[in-house]
């Protein structure tokens, strides 16, 4: 879990409706001045009663350092956060949040951004819009919903539609006669460069995974609300036998056994040694560990490319070992 000085202070300045089922939240530095810098795509960890803790998007500018902006969708039923975030927080309360982190980053170099996102997943693409038009690179947006009331920042969708003509795409999957997403179509058309970006519920990341199976991994990017039951990203990849294996853990000069039914996280925090973690499922990247020997079987959907094939680095939450040990820099 982060450390006490990994997180600070923000007082929230502003509650906006944005949906039927979803709230703006605007924070800012309860002293006045600049709060810590983040890049498009970035998330903050806000730290809740009965030690929740719950990662939001940010959906603003990186320029603008004077604030924050996060979007809350009511989830029923829920584990409580997000019930917590509508019902409990008002203006001029005060939230202890973690520094803003990036496991979604923007390819700044890209030739063309294809952003697509599904109801709430659009918060962290209306940020790279805002970099991206900052830069002066091409972008277009798809962006999908059940209808109008289920459309969290909608207004904000619609006026950049209108201040730029063929870029942004809106389909409303369960109005009458209204076009729905048609994923492989959409990832067919792509031109040589694109990179593709996806956040949205699990039915759309699984159709933007198959539609994106054959592409090169580094111009597809995407981010998860929660743990896909299977890594999408890696469908095709087999999970290793989930036995028992040995970790040594080497600045703590323990090696302890991690049973066929706990994680490596499990088995460190019981043993008292120190390791960050959130979510505990694979997809914040808080518990992201340097790996000094053994090969990791990566279960995370945080993790590319360049650092599953480098095998120097795991989520000890969810990832285990190919073989019998692993040495760990815990």
Known sequence: MPHPQDTFAAQ???????????????????????LPPF?????????????MLRHYSLLNSPDE???????????????????????????????RVGMPRNNFPLEETARRSVLIAGGIGITPLMSMIARLEALRREWVLHYAAR?????????????????????VHIYFD?????????MAALIASRDQGDHFY????????EAFEVACQDLPRSEVHVEYFGAPSVPASRAAQKAAAAGAFEVEFRRSGRTLSVPADA??????????????????EGFCGSCRTAVLEGEP??????????????????????????????????
């Open 12 to 34: 929230v300045h502003a509650i906006t409706l944005t949906s039927r089922d979803a709230l703006i939240f605007e924070l800012r530095n309860p002293e006045g001045g600049m």
């Open 39 to 51: 890049s498009a795509g970035a998330h903050l960890e806000i730290r809740l009663p009965d030690n």
């Open 65 to 95: 350092r004077h604030r924050y902006l996060i979007a809350v969708r009511k989830q029923e039923p829920g584990r409580g956060g997000s019930r917590y975030m509508h019902e409990m927080v008002h203006v001029g309360d005060q939230l």
């Open 147 to 167: 209808g109008p009331a289920h459309a969290p920042l909608l207004d904000l969708v619609q006026t950049r539609a209108a201040t730029h003509a063929g870029r």
């Open 174 to 182: 369960h109005t009458p006669g209204q076009p729905a997403l048609d």
């Open 198 to 205: 996806c956040c949205g519920p699990a039915p759309m990341m």
């Open 263 to 280: 994680s490596i996280l499990d088995v460190a925090l019981e043993a008292g040694i120190s390791a960050p973690f959130s979510c505990g």
């Open 297 to 330: 079987e990566h279960r995370d959907s945080v993790l590319g490319d360049a650092d599953r094939d480098a095998g120097n680095v795991m989520l000890i939450c969810c990832s285990r070992s190919r073989g019998a040990r692993l040495v760990l820099d815990l």
